[in-house]
């Protein structure tokens, strides 16, 4: 969607390699959201910003960091990737005061 | 522990017919989000649902939000093959601080000719 990307779009790596993955928007939106997809589960949340250093952990976060040092940019990192970490990998956005919520193309991650 | 369920999670419909997708949730939250996804793709925006009663439609879908039964529907009228898709909806948790969306797993919704 216009005003938000998400790189790469495709990655194979090796377990137990580090993986980043970026989320870049132009919207000037506070809150941020990372989220993973996985057939059988619809979309989990994994961790959330809600201000540039200001982030908290969702509901599958282990195994996972994240940081947010600006306020276009939302960086997810697998510290070391397992093969349980294959996904499809979502950042959304939201502008609060129009109740959307706004995702990404997606990053689809497999770790062999 | 707010979780939300879909039914059903698979749909075959012919083209012309009828359809209505469910979702409950099991907490309070008054605002509901409907998202279409294709194959290899992101998530598509409906319809936000913001209050008891609301009623929105698009072209063939119609979805509504019941808060005090905790159920919204996506009804599907005359159904043709473009809208084969798989629709998911999403309730908002803690709306004053997170405002995290919970999603349900999603329903696979196959329209043959």
């Known amino acids: 969607d216009a005003g938000i990307t998400q790189s790469p779009r495709h990655k194979v790596t090796e377990t137990g390699t580090p993986v980043t993955l970026r989320c870049h928007q132009t919207e000037n939106h506070r809150y941020m959201y990372w989220y993973r997809q996985d057939p059988g589960h619809g979309l989990r949340l994994i961790h959330y910003s809600y201000g540039v250093k200001d982030t908290d952990k969702g509901e599958v976060s282990d195994g996972y960091s994240v940081s947010r040092s600006k306020t276009e940019d939302f960086l997810l990192t697998l510290e070391s990737a397992t093969s349980s970490q294959t996904s499809v990998y979502f950042c959304?956005?939201?502008?609060?005061?129009?109740?959307?919520?706004?995702f990404g193309s997606g990053t689809r991650l497999t770790v062999v | 522990e707010l979780k939300v369920e879909q039914n059903p999670l698979f749909l075959s419909m012919q083209e012309g017919k009828n359809y209505t997708i469910y979702c409950n949730y099991s907490t309070t939250s008054d605002r509901l989000y409907w998202y279409r996804q294709d194959p290899g793709k992101s998530l598509e925006s409906l319809f936000v649902l913001l209050s008891n009663g609301a009623v929105k439609q698009e072209g063939r879908l119609m979805a509504s939000l019941d808060t005090k039964a905790r159920l919204s529907t996506l009804h599907i009228t005359a159904a043709v093959h473009d809208l084969s898709a798989t629709y998911f909806c999403?309730?908002?948790?803690?709306?004053?601080?997170?405002?995290?969306?919970?999603f349900g797993k999603g329903t696979k919704l196959s329209v043959k000719p």
């Open positions: 959304a956005i939201s502008a609060r005061d129009n109740y959307g919520y706004t």
């Open positions: 999403a309730v908002v948790v803690d709306w004053g601080s997170q405002g995290n969306l919970i």
